[in-house]
């Protein structure tokens, strides 16, 4: 079992650009979700997927949108990237959508400077 | 609406030591509380979680947490500190009708040789 997996493990982007993120959930899960984790704070909920649709959305702007494809795994996109927008950007799995008491298994990260 | 509040950013104990993190949080709703470490250059991973039933509960490399309602705590501990358990250590919470965690802003555990 693979589990968790995120490309790339690192990225360097300038303000204005756009970025991709991908994630790959572990074997068996079906929802995905996005966090945003900045230097030296906790992670915050970004969005989560389930069946294709966003489901649950944190407090960011609509420059950051996702997409789940068929197959379970995930992309985040992000636009017009700002200096705040460096940051460890991690991917969760869990399976279904029946409460955190479903456990969440969480990918190495994505690090993305932005100059 | 929840969060978290994590006392201490860094802790120091010594190897054999008393390891003490501090996790206090806030919910409207009756909340499922989560303890993740993380390694460097690592993703997350799972300690231990309280969900319902027994309020101490114990997790993988000897941890244990207990909820305490009336405190709105759910500390971390593990009797005898390890040198491999130095790490950033991060408690959450969630509501039970959603996977949205929130994340404390982490403490970072050394140590001490």
């Known amino acids: 079992d693979a589990g968790v997996t995120q490309s790339p493990t690192h990225l360097i982007k300038t303000r204005g650009q756009q970025v991709t993120l991908r994630c790959s959930p572990k074997?068996?899960?079906?929802?995905v979700s996005w966090y945003q984790q900045a230097l030296g704070q906790g992670p915050q909920f970004i969005f989560q997927y389930y069946e294709e649709e966003e489901r649950q959305r944190g407090n960011f702007p609509d420059r950051f949108s996702g997409h789940q494809f068929p197959n379970y795994s995930s992309e985040l996109n992000v636009n017009a990237l700002l200096l705040g927008d460096s940051a460890l950007y991690l991917c969760?799995?869990?399976f279904g959508l029946g409460g955190s008491y479903n456990e969440q298994f969480f990918g190495p990260g994505t690090r993305l400077t932005v100059l | 609406a929840q969060s978290v509040t994590q006392l201490g950013s860094h802790v120091s104990v010594s190897e054999g030591a008393l390891v003490l993190l501090r996790c206090n949080y806030s919910?409207?709703?009756?909340?499922?509380l989560f303890w993740y470490v993380q390694y460097p250059n690592q993703g997350l991973q799972l300690l231990l979680k309280y969900t319902t039933g027994a309020t101490l509960v114990k997790g993988i490399n000897g941890f244990e947490a207990e909820f305490k309602k009336s405190e709105t705590s759910f500390h971390l501990t593990k009797p005898s500190a390890h040198m491999s358990d130095a790490a950033e250590y991060f408690c959450a919470v969630s509501g039970q009708l959603g996977n949205q965690f929130y994340f404390g802003t982490g403490t970072s555990l050394t140590v001490i040789p």
């Open positions: 919910s409207s709703v009756p909340p499922y």
């Open positions: 074997s068996g899960h079906d929802t």
């Open positions: 969760a799995s869990s």
